[in-house]
């Protein structure tokens, strides 16, 4: 009985942490798995470049992202890559395909 009034808490803790950090796995796939299973046409109407001082020391973090006006009328802010960044220009065509992570360029 003793050992139930000192493992107990734990046991209960450990299980509850155990069943937040599933569901945030959980939670991580299900978003992972629609932003794949996402197509959609789009043109660039913006770039945007952030500047933030590195949290852990000395430098900059660079962030990089296009504004992009899907053909429904929609307005995403898709993050970039500097190369992906440095090849589009505003006006581009984009076009995200179901299954893949990134959008794509479409020539014209």
Do not use: S
């Not at 569901?23 to 945007?48: M, N, P, R, S, Y």
């Not at 890559?81 to 440095?86: D, G």
């Not at 090849?87 to 984009?94: A, C, N, P, S, T």
């Amino acid at each position: 009985m003793e050992k139930w009034i000192v493992f107990g808490p734990m046991i209960i803790f450990f299980v509850f942490f155990g069943l937040l950090v599933l569901g945030f796995l959980l939670l991580l796939g299900k978003l992972f798995f629609q932003g794949k299973a996402q197509t959609w046409v789009g043109e660039v109407i913006d770039k945007g470049h952030n500047v933030k001082d590195k949290y852990d020391g000395p430098g900059e973090e660079h962030f990089y992202h296009l504004k992009v006006q899907l053909e429904n009328g929609e307005i995403h802010n898709i993050p970039a890559t500097v190369q992906f960044y440095n090849e589009i220009k505003v006006g581009d065509k984009l076009k995200k395909e179901k299954g893949a992570l990134w959008p794509k360029k479409i020539t014209t």
